[in-house]
């Protein structure tokens, strides 16, 4: 078989994504290669479609272990001899396991990396061929990455033993360059092929909002968005629990999670999360990795997260099938302090020195920057995410708050210019202030220390931004910030020239700041997660039926299939068992063991119609 042909007979789907061929290719022609796509953008069946064309079995390491039996159902589904070994199952299911792959009925095997290094699985996997191995959330192995786990660390011993090195794959979402080349490095990749495919996320929406009263326009968002799943990203546990409480209260039906409650809790919640028994699920970050629940509609995060990497990790949990999702960011300014404050007391990694320590500390404070730059900046906030990636795009995308809200182009080449001055003067006599002082400065406000420098008689600069409030000055000091025209460091954040502000004191460009028209509220938004050529009422009736099998199934109901490819069936109402097949995400063994009980369904759906 060709992988077009497993493509379309495992898995269902007619064409490629992009990239997704020539990764394949390149890892059947016996090539190392490593995949940075976003979450959503398809890697499984980068690994997948190989694991099925090579000889051997291909093992697939993850750290999301209570996430394992589904994505083993997901594959059981379509027909491929998939299993998984990890310290939840019990030891029966352990040695069944160990045998059906002495019997060489597994082609893809699941491993937490820590089971790679009981004497069973040595002596296993040195005596089945290994033809491959992918490793996936591979940024794991970085110490450098959001997500270090020493576990992933014995991947090379693992590596070592085998007679014959298998094939590597290497699968993230994050990467920056640093972490890119750990990557290669730590897993020795042998000249891989490297392939990123672009971050953009289309189908979502990026919105940041400022909210008097965060946790109504929590309310809000939720219930403009009935009938949808959505997560709630809090910062703390505390948050969790009392966020949770509150939509207990507006009659909203929710579960929590995070790392404080017991592993059965976390397991029900997530399950009646992912079961669609629940809609709304309320969590820190500890809940999400690897989640592949496809039709989750919105994400919320009630805070700022600490970096635009967990940002767009956890957010792009959202519309995983494509379909049109919201991701939300209820900012606050307390939520920068927040942050500050858990970056200075994070000492999780004790193997690092304390000179490593403190490197990654300061780069922890430079992400937060950026961070906070997103947040409350004016212009495209996804030309803002892309760059920050390294990715160039258009300047306006259409489809974020800011490129949705009704903003004026302001000339602030003055105003700069004020500033840029006014901290020079400062420079010049040795001093060095942050944001809300400077802003005092040029605003002329008369504060014990203006008077202790004799600031209203000896600095020409003073009070010259007297017309503005402070959040104005502030704010363009921030966006300047956010455009390099100056930089912020120390321990207190103080204001520093760089070059590109020396530039602009020598040539005085004109410099453009995005500024919000009026004061009225912007235009409430929501984009509608079901598309307007899906009938509603079919969708709906597809959909009991995929619950009725799913609960006696005992599987999350996406695992038998996705709503992606419900509304195709909506779309193309197949009533044969060639059309059915031609609906997206179905392939052989869904055909068989689905195909008539949808079809029956859509039959009587059709007759009712007519009658
Ligand atoms: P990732 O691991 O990159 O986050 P997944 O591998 O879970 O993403 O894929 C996300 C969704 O896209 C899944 O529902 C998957 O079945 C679907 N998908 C992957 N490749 C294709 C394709 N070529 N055509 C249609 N859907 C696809
Ligand atoms: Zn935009």
């Given at each position: 078989?060709?992988?077009?042909?497993?493509?379309?007979?495992?898995?269902?789907?007619?064409?490629?994504?992009?990239?997704?061929?020539?990764?394949?290719?390149?890892?059947?022609?016996?090539?190392?290669?490593?995949?940075?796509?976003?979450?959503?953008?398809?890697?499984?069946?980068?690994?997948?479609?190989?694991?099925?064309?090579?000889?051997?079995?291909?093992?697939?390491?993850?750290?999301?272990?209570?996430?394992?039996?589904?994505?083993?159902?997901?594959?059981?589904?379509?027909?491929?001899?998939?299993?998984?070994?990890?310290?939840?199952?019990?030891?029966?299911?352990?040695?069944?396991?160990?045998?059906?792959?002495?019997?060489?009925?597994?082609?893809?095997?699941?491993?937490?990396?820590?089971?790679?290094?009981?004497?069973?699985?040595?002596?296993?996997?040195?005596?089945?061929?290994?033809?491959?191995?992918?490793?996936?959330?591979?940024?794991?192995?970085?110490?450098?990455?959001?997500?270090?786990?020493?576990?992933?660390?014995?991947?090379?011993?693992?590596?070592?033993?085998?007679?014959?090195?298998?094939?590597?794959?290497?699968?993230?979402?994050?990467?920056?360059?640093?972490?890119?080349?750990?990557?290669?490095?730590?897993?020795?990749?042998?000249?891989?092929?490297?392939?990123?495919?672009?971050?953009?996320?289309?189908?979502?929406?990026?919105?940041?909002?400022?909210?008097?009263?965060?946790?109504?326009?929590?309310?809000?968002?939720?219930?403009?968005?009935?009938?949808?799943?959505?997560?709630?990203?809090?910062?703390?546990?505390?948050?969790?629990?009392n966020v949770t409480n509150d939509l207990h209260e507006h009659g909203i039906d929710a579960v929590r999670y995070h790392a404080g409650l017991s592993g059965e809790e976390r397991q029900a919640n997530q399950d009646a999360f992912l079961y669609d028994r629940v809609l709304v699920m309320v969590?820190?970050?500890?809940?999400?990795?690897?989640?592949?629940?496809?039709?989750?509609?919105?994400?919320?995060?009630?805070?700022?997260?600490?970096?635009?990497?967990?940002?767009?990790?956890?957010?792009?949990?959202?519309?995983?099938?494509?379909?049109?999702?919201?991701?939300?960011?209820?900012?606050?300014?307390?939520?920068?302090?927040?942050?500050?404050?858990?970056?200075?007391?994070?000492?999780?990694?004790?193997?690092?020195?304390?000179?490593?320590?403190?490197?990654?500390?300061?780069?922890?404070?430079?992400?937060?920057?950026?961070?906070?730059?997103?947040?409350?900046?004016?212009?495209?906030?996804?030309?803002?995410?892309?760059?920050?990636?390294?990715?160039?795009?258009?300047?306006?995308?259409?489809?974020?708050?800011?490129?949705?809200?009704?903003?004026?182009?302001?000339?602030?080449?003055?105003?700069?210019?004020?500033?840029?001055?006014?901290?020079?003067?400062?420079?010049?006599?040795?001093?060095?202030?942050?944001?809300?002082?400077?802003?005092?400065?040029?605003?002329?406000?008369?504060?014990?220390?203006?008077?202790?420098?004799?600031?209203?008689?000896?600095?020409?600069?003073?009070?010259?931004?007297?017309?503005?409030?402070?959040?104005?000055?502030?704010?363009?000091?921030?966006?300047?910030?956010?455009?390099?025209?100056?930089?912020?460091?120390?321990?207190?954040?103080?204001?520093?020239?760089?070059?590109?502000?020396?530039?602009?004191?020598?040539?005085?460009?004109?410099?453009?700041?995005?500024?919000?028209?009026?004061?009225?509220?912007?235009?409430?938004?929501?984009?509608?997660?079901?598309?307007?050529?899906?009938?509603?009422?079919?969708?709906?009736?597809?959909?009991?039926?995929?619950?009725?099998?799913?609960?006696?199934?005992?599987?999350?109901?996406?695992?038998?299939?996705?709503?992606?490819?419900?509304?195709?069936?909506?779309?193309?109402?197949?009533?044969?068992?060639?059309?059915?097949?031609?609906?997206?995400?179905?392939?052989?063994?869904?055909?068989?063991?689905?195909?008539?009980?949808?079809?029956?369904?859509?039959?009587?759906?059709?007759?009712?119609?007519?009658?």
């Amino acid at each position: 078989m060709t992988p077009q042909e497993v493509l379309q007979r495992y898995f269902g789907y007619d064409h490629f994504r992009k990239g997704q061929e020539e990764m394949i290719s390149h890892i059947l022609a016996g090539q190392d290669v490593i995949g940075i796509m976003p979450t959503g953008a398809g890697k499984s069946i980068c690994y997948q479609i190989p694991a099925l064309l090579l000889p051997g079995i291909t093992i697939v390491i993850s750290p999301l272990i209570s996430l394992m039996k589904d994505q083993v159902e997901a594959l059981r589904q379509n027909g491929i001899a998939a299993a998984c070994l990890n310290s939840i199952m019990s030891e029966e299911e352990r040695r069944e396991t160990l045998s059906a792959l002495y019997r060489g009925s597994v082609k893809i095997l699941y491993a937490a990396p820590e089971r790679l290094e009981t004497q069973s699985f040595y002596r296993i996997s040195r005596e089945i061929g290994v033809s491959f191995v992918a490793v996936d959330e591979a940024h794991c192995v970085s110490q450098w990455g959001q997500d270090f786990r020493p576990s992933y660390l014995k991947i090379m011993q693992f590596l070592e033993q085998l007679p014959q090195r298998p094939i590597i794959g290497a699968f993230t979402a994050t990467a920056t360059k640093e972490v890119a080349d750990d990557i290669v490095r730590i897993l020795q990749l042998q000249t891989p092929f490297m392939l990123t495919t672009g971050f953009d996320r289309e189908n979502l929406y990026f919105g940041v909002m400022q909210p008097r009263d965060k946790f109504r326009a929590l309310v809000d968002i939720i219930r403009s968005h009935e009938g949808e799943s959505g997560i709630v990203y809090c910062i703390s546990r505390k948050l969790v629990e009392n966020v949770t409480n509150d939509l207990h209260e507006h009659g909203i039906d929710a579960v929590r999670y995070h790392a404080g409650l017991s592993g059965e809790e976390r397991q029900a919640n997530q399950d009646a999360f992912l079961y669609d028994r629940v809609l709304v699920m309320v969590a820190t970050n500890a809940f999400g990795m690897g989640i592949d629940k496809s039709n989750v509609g919105f994400v919320v995060h009630y805070n700022m997260p600490k970096n635009l990497e967990s940002y767009y990790q956890e957010a792009g949990r959202a519309g995983r099938d494509g379909s049109k999702a919201d991701c939300i960011l209820l900012y606050n300014g307390a939520d920068v302090q927040l942050n500050q404050f858990m970056i200075s007391k994070d000492n999780a990694n004790d193997q690092l020195s304390e000179a490593d320590r403190e490197r990654i500390r300061q780069q922890d404070e430079e992400r937060l920057k950026r961070m906070t730059f997103y947040s409350t900046r004016r212009s495209c906030l996804r030309h803002y995410m892309l760059q920050y990636f390294g990715e160039k795009s258009p300047d306006y995308c259409g489809n974020c708050s800011c490129c949705k809200t009704n903003y004026e182009q302001k000339d602030i080449s003055t105003e700069a210019l004020k500033i840029l001055s006014c901290i020079y003067r400062l420079h010049q006599r040795d001093l060095h202030f942050g944001i809300r002082v400077v802003s005092d400065i040029l605003r002329g406000k008369e504060t014990e220390r203006t008077e202790k420098f004799h600031f209203p008689d000896t600095l020409s600069t003073f009070g010259i931004m007297k017309d503005m409030t402070e959040r104005q000055c502030q704010e363009i000091i921030r966006f300047l910030l956010s455009e390099d025209y100056l930089t912020q460091g120390g321990e207190y954040h103080v204001l520093m020239l760089n070059r590109k502000s020396a530039m602009f004191l020598k040539d005085r460009p004109a410099l453009f700041m995005n500024t919000e028209k009026s004061a009225e509220p912007r235009p409430e938004h929501r984009q509608s997660a079901v598309p307007a050529d899906i009938d509603q009422s079919l969708f709906a009736l597809l959909k009991d039926m995929r619950r009725q099998i799913a609960e006696r199934e005992r599987v999350p109901a996406y695992i038998i299939f996705t709503d992606h490819t419900l509304q195709d069936m909506c779309r193309k109402q197949p009533v044969s068992d060639m059309a059915f097949l031609s609906v997206s995400g179905v392939g052989q063994v869904k055909l068989e063991k689905y195909g008539s009980r949808f079809m029956s369904v859509i039959r009587e759906y059709l007759n009712n119609k007519q009658a």
